[in-house]
């Protein structure tokens, strides 16, 4: 009753506000698409290279940690020789990356 009602300074907005935060909306989307969506969808192309790629006979290593050289290559699966006579049947996305020639017999 005694209190006047209080009002923003510039006014109650407009047309020109509405405009404003839809390009500011946009503005983000392009910000999180470049530094989030993208990166994210260029490693997952160029796993899925890697993994189409490799063969038997490739030395790799898990996601896991482990580390070995392919020696059966079944579509899904990937039999893994850790050691001499132990082999591991996993599956192929379980591969991390692919070493470079002759890293095992370096360790």
Same mark, same amino acid.
């Given at each position: 009753?005694?209190? $006047? ?10 047309? *020109? ?7 500011? !909306?946009?503005? /983000? ?6 530094? !989030?969506?993208?990166?994210? /969808? ?7 290279? !890697? ?6 006979? *490739? ?14 290559? $079944? ?14 049947? !996993?599956?192929? $996305? ?7 020639? *002759? ?5």
């Amino acid at each position: 009753m005694w209190i $006047n009602n209080a009002y923003a300074q510039f006014g109650g907005g407009g047309a *020109d506000s509405g405009i404003s935060s839809i390009v500011m !909306m946009v503005g /983000m989307f392009a910000v999180m698409y470049f530094i !989030m969506i993208r990166p994210q /969808m260029k490693r997952q192309k160029e796993l899925k290279a !890697m993994l189409e790629a490799v063969g038997k006979g *490739d030395e790799v290593t898990t996601t896991s940690g482990l580390m070995g050289k392919i020696v059966e290559l $079944n579509e899904p699966y990937v039999t893994v020789e850790l050691a001499p006579n132990l082999q591991v049947k !996993m599956q192929k $996305n379980a591969i991390a990356a692919v070493l470079p020639k *002759d890293t095992l017999k370096s360790i």
